[in-house]
């Protein structure tokens, strides 16, 4: 029973954040090596068939059609922001310190919410994450987390991601490369692959503006050396307050694990948590729930032989 479930893993997944997939992506988010063709001809027979639903062109567990009107308005919000999205990346790559941009999230999944930010994962130059952060922080800000919401910060010099789980798998699998350079994260994390077989990397929209690197240049020129390492230690002060703003919300403190590898200059993470971990509770419960009801349903073609 763990194999079918495995091969239909995405769609169950999606289930918990209340989404249906097209077989594409049904595939793309298996957890079975397996081609489309096979993939479709396996969920059109017993006992897939019984708990699969399918309309429209898409996929969802049995009793949740309604998801399909809700994927279909969602999808289109997605196609919008994430041109949106590549528009903003064309500058936003030059900013002082970027040196890669990454969609996430619901906008990079093709399932944006009425509500939907445009989350974006910011590679940054070694030792120079806060004064990235208040840079992108303060624009974002200033002119809408509807046009961009960078909510995470990486070091070019940690890439490779030491938290290697089912969810951070699924979020690298549907992230979107804004920039060329953005391909360094995906291909640092090669482990994914092991539980994404599937996995199928996607271009990067952006395109490059002339001059533009110069420019970044010239931007970074007075924060290098001492005054920046100083600069860069005020910027600091600056994200500790907001970390505090942020985690007030759900937790009574900030993680120690965000502040310490803040403090390293590895990373820097502002993320929903009680609504991911509802999330992940649901996907759990729901693999027990389809695990058991399986196992009835072999029972009984086995009493039917």
Known sequence: MSDALDLIDGIIYADAFDCALTLEEGWRYSRVRVSLAEMREKIARAPLREILGERDGYYFLRGRED?????????RRAARLKQRAGSVAQW??????VR???????????DAPADADVDMLVIVARDRIGLAFVV???LSRLLSR??????????EAHLVFTRRDYYIARELTQAVPLTETAHALLDANSWVQEQMPNR????APARKLAAGAMVQRLLEAPFRGRFGSWCERRAGRIVASRLVAHYRGFRPAVPPEIEERFANEIELRFHAEPRVDRALERYRIRREQLAYQLKEIASSDNVRA
């Open 67 to 75: 998801l399909v009107a809700q994927r279909i308005e969602r999808r």
């Open 100 to 110: 890669g941009l990454v969609l996430t999230g619901s906008v990079a999944a093709d």
């Open 136 to 138: 992108l922080g303060s």
């Open 92 to 97: 936003l790559q030059y900013a002082p310190f």
């Open 146 to 155: 509807r046009l961009f919401c960078p909510n995470y910060y990486v070091s």
């Open 200 to 203: 199928v990397a996607a271009d």
